[in-house]
Every structure is written in structure tokens, then in C-alpha cells.
Nanobody, 125 residues
């Protein structure tokens, strides 16, 4: 049974930093594409970042490029997202997700097979 568990959310002032973690059981993060998404009430889940399977390639949405960094620790089977210079508009529930699909629209939530429960990030102004 696959399980993804996020941690590290919280409340931070604008300009501050947070680090999110996503630990996996039941699958190897090295062999899947892992993404971070976020969602605010009333809106669709939004792509934030992803790290490609069997690769060090990483991709980011324009809204977080230069501020967020996704990384993978294969030994710990954990993916991280370091978030710096946070803005109030980064406030959302953040989810990690994984997909086995080799060819997919990786910015679409529907392309991902497994999801964590989400962790709240709140950035105050």
C-alpha cells in the first residue's frame, strides 16, 4: 500500500521560509515523478514543482521559480520543498503527489496516482 505523508507546514511572516517534507512508503521516489501542488478553497489544485523519475531534472511554476527548491533524498525516500521569500499568495494547503506515468502532463493533478493528505502553509503579511 502506497502512502505519502507530508510535514513541515505552518505559519510564517512574509519574506520568511519553510521546508516541507514528503515521506513515502510502498514505492520508491527514485522511480516515479514526484510533484508538489497547492490548493486554496474554491480553486483547483495548482502545480508548484516536480522532480523527474530517474533524473535530477526539476521544474517549477513561474510563480515560485527562484524561491522554491524541490529535492529528493533517495536514501530516506523523501522529497523536500524548500520555500524562501514566502508571500501571502503562497498561502494554501500543499500536497505531494507521485506518478508512474512515463508520458503525462505533469502540471495536471489528474496525471498523479498517489497523494498525501496535505499540509497547511499560511503566510501573513
Amino acid at each position: 500500500q502506497v502512502q505519502l505523508v507530508e510535514s513541515g507546514g505552518g505559519l510564517v511572516q512574509a519574506g520568511g521560509s519553510l521546508s516541507l517534507s514528503c515521506a513515502a512508503s510502498g514505492l520508491s521516489f527514485s522511480s516515479v515523478t514526484v510533484g508538489w501542488f497547492r490548493q486554496v478553497p474554491g480553486k483547483e489544485r495548482e502545480f508548484v514543482a516536480r522532480v523527474v523519475r530517474y533524473s535530477i531534472a526539476k521544474f517549477y511554476s513561474d510563480s515560485v521559480k527562484g524561491r522554491f527548491t524541490i529535492s529528493r533524498d533517495s536514501a530516506r525516500n523523501t522529497v523536500y520543498q524548500q520555500m524562501n521569500n514566502l508571500k501571502p499568495e503562497d498561502t494554501a494547503v500543499y500536497y505531494c503527489a507521485a506518478t508512474n506515468q512515463q508520458y503525462a502532463l505533469y502540471t495536471a493533478a489528474a496525471s498523479y496516482d498517489y497523494w498525501g493528505q496535505g499540509t497547511q502553509v499560511t503566510v501573513s503579511s
